[in-house]
């Protein structure tokens, strides 16, 4: 009997290959499992927005599939549309976090809508995030006084060596209420904490009546790390950083080599 019933996936670097596309094979694959009633959950730190193109692309409101964004921050049935869990940053805390990035001179962008605000909209990190989830970027003169309501998360950007210095002193200077970590080199990313895809996905998992032994998770990067180690059957892609490689029960094939439609084929078809 098939123990599995639920697949989590990673975008960037999992799902989608370098052109940032998901293959014919492994989309098949997918959309299979989902007619034989498996679920799959899209996971990333992508905005819920940033996430849809991919979810209408395997049809996930058809088979009531979910989206996991913001790395956590918020889960989506793709069916009904309903919000399931969402925890954004505390409104009182956006002077602060501004003042940092202001302090440490880096650009920085967060979310309003389906819109991505930025001090600095020709800042060329801001513009990977707004190709990535084909949103409109936006600057705002004064995010101070306009960032009145809460978000998700914010963004500092720059590049990878200065932000490895900017790291820890953010930390310090937040303290315990925020996580505070890295999600590309050039991308320091600030949500509330205890927000990660583990944890998230065991509040969908009580929604849905699931255990996590019943779960495959798949991803390459740091941020997959504790969804790795919590599901089921952790597995990283052959491209994944060592210490996915190292927590995972299996190691797939590289994004660019259908790694995905592997796992599937492997652990969810009889």
């Known amino acids: 009997m098939n123990q599995y019933e639920i697949i989590v996936l990673d975008l960037d670097g999992t799902l989608t290959n370098r052109d940032k596309v998901i293959t014919p094979k492994t989309k098949e694959a997918l959309l299979e499992i989902q007619r034989r009633g498996k679920k799959i959950v899209l996971a990333s730190g992508r905005p819920t927005q940033g996430v849809m193109p991919l979810a209408k692309e395997l049809e996930l409101d058809r088979y009531g599939s979910y989206i996991l964004s913001y790395n956590g921050g918020m889960i989506t049935d793709c069916r009904t549309g309903e919000v399931i869990f969402s925890r954004l940053l505390p409104v009182e805390s956006n002077e602060k976090i501004i003042g940092l990035a202001e302090d440490e001179r880096v650009d920085f962008l967060t979310y ?16 990977i995030e707004q190709k990535i989830n084909g949103m409109e970027i936006r600057q705002i003169e004064n995010m101070k006084s306009y960032l009145d309501f809460a978000v998700p998360k914010f963004l500092f950007l720059d590049d990878g060596d200065y932000l490895a210095m900017v790291e820890p002193r953010v930390k310090a200077a937040l303290g315990s209420r925020f996580s505070v970590y890295r999600s590309e080199p050039f991308f ?13 996905l065991e509040r969908l998992l009580e929604h849905i009546g699931m255990a996590r032994e019943q779960m495959i998770a798949c991803g390459d990067g740091y941020n997959d790390l504790t969804m790795i180690q919590y599901a089921g059957l952790g597995v990283a892609m052959e491209n994944a950083v060592l210490p996915v490689r190292k927590a995972a029960d299996f190691i797939t094939y590289s994004n660019n080599d259908d790694g995905v439609a592997h796992v599937v084929e492997t652990f969810m078809m009889e």
């Not at 930025?118 to 801001?126: A, I, L, W």
């Open 112 to 127: 309003e809508g389906d819109t991505i605000i930025t001090n600095n909209k020709d800042c060329p990190y801001g513009l």
């Open 188 to 200: 320091l990313e600030i949500l509330p904490k205890g927000i990660d895809k583990a944890a998230s």
